[in-house]
């Protein structure tokens, strides 16, 4: 199912490349660095744990005028954190 999904949102992306002269095309690239973690409050013998991530991708911006522009972008995010049973 994610190989499907990703196949369409690749076509559909790609549509949005046939642009005419008029155009403006522009992109970049987009990092961050993040923690997450769970808040259990009825979990009692669950157990927590800290993890680092990161989401990493780019972006095309696509101005068809002054006033109306596309921006698709395609952005990778992973993970660390993790919930586990302490019984």
């Not at 369409?8 to 008029?22: C, K, Y």
Request: glycine share 10%.
């Amino acid at each position: 199912m994610k190989k499907i999904v990703l196949a369409v949102a690749v076509v559909f992306g790609l549509g949005f490349l046939q642009v005419n002269a008029q155009t403006s095309v522009s992109g970049g690239i987009k990092a961050e660095a993040n923690t997450s973690n769970f808040i259990l409050n009825d979990m009692d013998n669950m157990k927590s744990n800290l993890g680092f991530g990161a989401t990493l991708g780019g972006f095309t911006k696509i101005e068809f005028n002054q006033h109306f522009a596309l921006q698709p972008e395609l952005l990778f995010h992973f993970k660390t954190s993790e919930m586990e049973d302490e019984t």
